[in-house]
């Protein structure tokens, strides 16, 4: 028997899966904005696996188009896997009660720099803003990345670790991020307003684009083929970032095999994560990979700059619902810093956003 599996038409996606699917899966792909263009339902209804981010299961779950990973694998295995993946990778696929997908690439919003940089690279959001005086230095605030930047830097800025929960963040603590960012809203910024994470890296690879992105999604290619470095995020109080990376979910067309099974737990692998996965263009998810120093020494050091923020990421909304907060947010954000609109009209409009689309404690 063989499976339809859907991935993002990324190398860092696809290569690895492609390579190893052999003939019991078929990987199909597409791009990055699929993930927001078409429901999970309808991804699940033609494919036997899918490719997903977190935020994606509280409609997943919904929907009851996917399997939970307690009716495929024993509770041993899963409690392993969490133990072993880095950061909260596996815990942010656990939503109402069962976990929903494996955790095959692990990322989080970290500081991408331009080679040729000369300046210090800034440790503190302070550094950044004094930088970006003297340098281009932009924020992604393109798609949904907008809400993502404005929730890691409010993490940053916290007393304690922020967490979306009843309500989406403090309204001062707001405030201040909000600031922060309309000050990093510069001539760079608005020029790179449409880019998607992966354009705005080509762009500063290119040399037109900034010299330093403090929040954006990290790409092991990049650094892997020495045409960017990566330091963690900026610090305020403590790392601000929100998780990304993507997992594998077990649609409920399937008609589940040893065979499927046994290739899924081999992804998870530390021999996977540490050989095959990076050996073609992968990310890997579990903490030996981003700990080992042959791993680590072939992305010229992409692992071990970035691990500590990885460790501390923040896990996204994941309600039913989530990924339209998540879109109005992030446009009433970035509209709001491009229009030069005040702190709390836009706060005003995230927050009744945030009313509409969450249900009090559906993230558990």
């Known amino acids: 028997m063989s499976f339809r599996g859907l991935t993002w038409d990324h190398p860092r996606g696809y290569n690895a899966l492609a390579a190893a699917g052999g003939t019991l899966i078929a990987?199909?792909?597409?791009?990055?904005?699929?993930?927001?263009?078409?429901?999970?339902a309808e991804q699940c209804a033609a494919y036997d696996l899918v490719v997903l981010d977190h935020p994606h299961v509280g409609e997943a779950v919904?929907?009851?188009?996917?399997?939970?990973?307690?009716?495929?694998?024993?509770?041993?295995e899963l409690?392993?896997?969490?133990?072993?993946?880095?950061?909260?990778?596996?815990?942010?696929?656990?939503?109402?009660?069962?976990?929903?997908?494996?955790?095959?690439?692990?990322?989080?919003?970290?500081?991408?720099?331009?080679?040729?940089?000369?300046?210090?690279?800034?440790?503190?959001?302070p550094a950044?803003?004094?930088?970006?005086?003297?340098?281009?230095?932009?924020?992604s605030l393109a798609g949904?990345?907008?809400?993502?930047?404005?929730?890691?830097?409010c993490g940053a800025l916290a007393d304690v670790p922020a967490r979306p929960g009843d309500r989406f963040v403090d309204r001062?603590?707001?405030?201040?991020?909000?600031?922060?960012?309309?000050?990093?809203?510069?001539?760079?910024?608005?020029?790179?307003?449409?880019?998607?994470?992966?354009?705005?890296?080509?762009?500063?690879?290119?040399?037109?684009?900034?010299?330093?992105?403090?929040?954006?999604?990290g790409y092991v290619n990049y650094a892997a083929a020495g045409q960017l470095r990566y330091a963690d995020a900026p610090t305020a109080k403590r790392i601000g970032s929100t998780l990304g990376g993507t997992g594998i979910a077990v649609s409920r067309r399937a008609q589940i095999t040893p065979e499927l099974l046994d290739h899924l737990r081999w992804l998870?692998?530390?021999?996977?994560?540490?050989?095959?996965?990076?050996?073609?263009?992968?990310?890997?998810?579990?903490?030996s990979a981003w700990n080992d120093p042959a791993v680590d020494a072939a992305a010229r050091g992409f692992y071990g700059a970035t691990r500590a923020t990885i460790e501390a990421a923040l896990i996204r909304p994941r309600h039913d619902h989530a990924i339209a907060f998540q879109t109005a947010a992030s446009a009433a954000i970035?509209?709001?810093?491009?229009?030069?609109?005040?702190?709390?009209?836009?706060?005003?409009?995230?927050?009744?956003?945030y009313s509409r689309y969450h249900l009090p404690g559906a993230e558990t």
């Open 172 to 217: 001062a603590l707001a405030r201040e991020a909000w600031a922060l960012m309309a000050r990093l809203t510069g001539d760079t910024t608005r020029a790179a307003a449409a880019m998607n994470p992966i354009a705005l890296l080509e762009a500063m690879v290119a040399g037109d684009g900034p010299a330093l992105c403090p929040l954006i999604y």
């Open 144 to 153: 949904p990345h907008a809400a993502l930047t404005f929730q890691s830097i």
């Open 79 to 125: 409690a392993a896997w969490g133990r072993a993946a880095i950061g909260p990778s596996l815990a942010s696929y656990r939503y109402a009660g069962r976990h929903w997908a494996l955790p095959l690439d692990a990322a989080t919003q970290v500081m991408a720099i331009r080679r040729d940089l000369a300046e210090p690279v800034p440790a503190t959001w």
């Open 128 to 139: 950044v803003v004094a930088l970006a005086e003297r340098v281009p230095v932009a924020l």
């Open 27 to 40: 990987w199909h792909k597409h791009p990055l904005e699929g993930f927001e263009s078409r429901s999970i």
């Open 62 to 76: 919904a929907a009851e188009c996917l399997i939970p990973l307690e009716s495929l694998f024993a509770a041993d």
């Open 334 to 353: 970035r509209d709001g810093l491009l229009r030069d609109q005040t702190a709390d009209a836009v706060l005003d409009t995230v927050d009744a956003a």
């Open 268 to 287: 998870l692998s530390d021999d996977a994560q540490r050989g095959f996965i990076p050996a073609h263009d992968g990310q890997p998810s579990l903490r």
